[in-house]
């Protein structure tokens, strides 16, 4: 049909076949068009979400690096390395840890105490009758 349309030397049967066919044509294109471009629309959605985390994590992990140069800073005004610190943390640590046993031992004293305060007590009264 298309060759008939092209040999013909008819200007009205060519308008005519473009007038009917175009819009149907068109119609196709656009289809196919949609058909093609969604998926790169979708991988480009994909491709900006992944911008954004990677954006995120770059900003997290720059913002780590300088709380470690501060914290590295500090130290080295106070004249404390990082052994000194952990020295620190685990002195302090076995202090509270000592002194959490030394409260139930003291608890454990005052309830022994207040049984044989009892007990004498008792004694006491079934002298006393």
């Known amino acids: 049909m298309w060759k008939q349309v ?18 149907k044509l068109q119609v196709k294109i ?12 979708e991988l480009e959605a994909e491709y900006d979400q992944a911008r954004v ?10 913002s780590t690096s300088k ?11 106070i004249g404390m390395t990082n052994t000194d610190i952990d020295k620190f943390v685990n002195q302090t640590d076995q202090a ?3 002194l959490v046993v030394a409260a139930r031992s ?9 049984r044989y305060r009892e007990k004498i007590k008792s004694i006491l009264d079934k002298l006393r009758k």
């Open 6 to 23: 092209v040999q013909s030397q008819n200007v009205k049967d060519r308008l005519n076949f473009i007038t009917l066919a175009g819009p």
């Open 106 to 114: 003291v608890e454990d004293r005052v309830q022994d105490t207040e």
């Open 53 to 62: 985390i990677n954006n995120s994590l770059t900003a997290f992990l720059q």
């Open 96 to 98: 509270v840890s000592e």
């Open 67 to 77: 709380i470690e140069e501060n914290r590295k800073r500090y130290l080295d005004m």
């Open 30 to 41: 656009n289809q196919k068009r949609v058909e093609l471009i969604q998926p790169l629309d």
